[in-house]
Every structure is written in C-alpha cells, then in structure tokens.
C-alpha cells in the first residue's frame, strides 16, 4: 500500500498562516517529487507547489509565490507547506501528491500518482 496522508488544515484570518504537512509512506520517496495541489469549491484542482525530494528544488505557481513555502524532511519522507499572507481566495481543499520528477514544473493532476488525503484550509476575510 503507498498512501500520503496531508494533515493541518483549518481556519484563518485573511493574513494568516497554516503550515500543512504530508507524510509519506510505502514507496521510495527520493525517487518522486511531492507536489501540492489545491481544489477551490467548483474549480478544477490545481497544483500550486513541488519540490523534487531527491535534490530540494522547487517550483510555485504565481498565484503563490512568496507566500507559501515547500520544504521537506527526507529523514521523515514528510513534505511541509508553511502557507503565510493567506487570501480569501486561497480557500480550498488543499491534496498533497507524490508524481514522477519530470512532471514536477507542470504538475499534471493525471500524473500523480499517489494521492494524499484532502485538508480544508478555509480564509475568512
């Protein structure tokens, strides 16, 4: 079984701050990059963040870059997203993914192929 279980959601203030995390388990976890996506009520679900577990490289979409951050703990194949200056607009359940590295700038949703379990991050303004 391979699972990426996402943990840390909840509500905040416009301006806040979550940090989520999403812990592994299962396959090798250097051999794939972490990504993060989120699903906003209606929309289609988006990837916003990865980083390449193997080497720490990241990438972030622009609608979050400079305000969410991706780190990872190799020693605890647990991925981290520090989520700060939080908008209304960021609300959404947000899905942590495990995909193949070649996908990690683009971050296909039909290429992940692990899923973690969804956390709600709701912004109030």
């Known amino acids: 079984l391979s699972s990426a279980a996402g943990v840390g959601g909840g509500l905040v203030q416009a301006g806040g701050s979550l940090r989520l995390s999403c812990e592994a388990s299962?396959?090798?976890?250097?051999?794939?990059?972490i990504g993060w996506f989120r699903q906003a009520p209606g929309k289609v679900r988006e990837g916003v963040t990865s980083?390449?577990?193997?080497?720490?490289?990241?990438y972030y979409a622009n609608s979050v870059k400079g305000r969410f951050t991706i780190s990872s703990d190799n020693a605890k194949n647990t991925v981290y997203l520090q989520v700060n200056s939080l908008k209304p607009e960021d609300t959404a359940v947000y899905y942590c993914g495990a995909l193949r590295r070649r996908y990690r700038l683009v971050l296909p949703i039909n290429r992940v192929d692990y899923w973690g379990k969804g956390t709600l991050v709701t912004v109030s303004s």
């Open positions: 980083i390449d577990t193997s080497d720490g490289s990241t």
């Open positions: 299962g396959f090798i976890f250097t051999d794939y990059a």
